[in-house]
């Protein structure tokens, strides 16, 4: 039975997250961060079958208004149930692009480095290298990443459409 939770935050512990205000209406905001977060750890995180737990976004008041956070729930009672939460808790992503499937995991898992966005920065030209920070952030996986740029390489000559974008020489 589940009846302890730990509290995970609202995005991984080394990013910004959106503010609770009195003025501004963050809510919509921070409910697409609470749910990317929630994605994130289910995806890092698979619940196996046999382990009773589960990933809950919970809302609390504050002075300026309500602030929502990912819960883990866990059964205290169930060893494997506590081992889980506990390797959640220790190994959480710390960054949105520091788990598996970004440019910096892809980096450490095949090249066996860690390396700064400027490092990865040159291995790319900046247009790219923006393009897959951007995607990255939205948790889009490394590999589906340079499938969609071997597309638009394919695609793409100077003075064609790509989407939004116009090739240039």
Not at 111 to 116: A, F, K, N, P, R
Not at 121 to 134: I, S, V
Request: glycine share 6%.
């Amino acid at each position: 039975m589940l009846q302890e939770y730990v509290e995970l935050g609202s995005s991984p512990c080394e990013e910004d997250c959106v503010q609770v205000s009195k003025t501004a209406d963050y809510m919509p905001a921070m409910r697409a961060e609470l749910k990317r977060w929630k994605e994130l750890l289910e995806q890092t995180f698979p619940i196996p079958e046999n382990i009773e737990a589960s990933f809950r976004i919970k809302f609390s008041p504050h002075d300026f208004g309500s602030y929502g956070e990912v819960w883990l729930y866990y059964d205290p009672d169930d060893e494997q149930s506590v081992e889980f939460m506990l390797n959640v808790e220790k190994n959480a992503p710390k960054r949105w692009d520091s788990h598996p499937g970004t440019l910096r995991a892809h980096f450490a898992g095949v090249h066996g480095v860690t390396l700064s966005d400027d490092a990865i920065e040159k291995k790319y030209p900046q247009d790219e290298w923006d393009l897959r920070k951007l995607w990255a952030s939205g948790g889009v996986p490394v590999e589906k990443q340079d499938r969609l740029i071997a597309e638009i390489d394919a695609k793409a000559q100077p003075g064609a459409r790509v989407g939004p974008w116009v090739i240039g020489e």
